[in-house]
């Protein structure tokens, strides 16, 4: 049987690094008052001067990705690439990142589900292995949110959560008869919600995208949340959503080695610890580091756990599990070979 493994991980993040004492030259905030609130100590934004897009950050993770993997860009039959904050807005980032990559035939697909970008991914990965489209995917989460921030006062309470950041996995199938790979993925959207996170300008919905008369410095251009309804939101679907991968699978989450959540706050992850009852030690956090770079943080935390020894032995299984704008929100199950 056609299993989907991982061979190989990748991250990248920009050199610009901005520290929650650098936000308060900016905002009225404070270093204190952002990790109260989140966990976050850091991030890293692109540079101000020059252009940097997320295929530019996807770029570097895919070429680390593809050097752990083994394999050459020709190797690829398929690359998807998640993210929110393409390059431009058409065509998407997976074109922009083939021709880096040196290819100029190789089908790419993006993806737009925010925080769940990555699940969604490996799980269409896994679509195209077991039917017999592909044999070797590229999947990268990438972001640049910093250059669509509100950096003032007005927009400090989504602007200290958002980093720029790139990740990639190499996902091959492999024929064998061992419980390994993609055990299970259950995934989820209601639209009812999708105002509660959102940045709904420009918008391609009305007569003209840009508004006339509207300041380039309107709020509807930045992005805005319901801070308050997606963390009651993410408690609440999160551990469902486990137990519904869970039961896919057909395991107990007493056979789970480590959680890897989405990196959006560290609050909502400690409090999904406790409604599953997982000791801390069981779940994976690097959001102090990076803050939020959305498709890119389930990826790029999972290379950082491989690359500490937390979890990536044979036999090891992990649960991925997000939720963000959409609302979107899911879980994926992952053994290693």
Known sequence: MIKSIIKGTGK???PNLVTNKDLEKIMDTSDEWIQQR???KQRYWIPEEGVTGASDLGLEAAKQALDEAGWTPDD??????ATLSPDIMFPGCGCFLAAKLGL???PTLDIRQ???GFLYGFATADAYIKTGLAKKVLVVGGEVHSSGLDKSTR???VTVIFGDGAAAVCIEGVDTQESVGLLASALHTDGNFAESLMAELPASRLPQRNPPGVSLDDPRYFPVMDGPSIFKKAVRLLPKVTHEALEKAGIGLDQIDLVIPHQAN???NQAFGQFLKLPEDKIFHNIEKYGNTTAASIPLALHEAIEQGRIGKSGET???AALGAGLTWGACIYRFL
């Open 12 to 14: 990248f993040v920009p």
């Open 38 to 40: 989140t966990g976050i």
């Open 76 to 81: 690829l039959d398929f690359i998807i690439f």
């Open 104 to 106: 100029n035939s190789t």
């Open 114 to 116: 925010q925080c769940t």
């Open 155 to 157: 927009g400090r309470d």
């Open 266 to 268: 560290k609050r909502i």
């Open 318 to 320: 992990v649960l991925f």
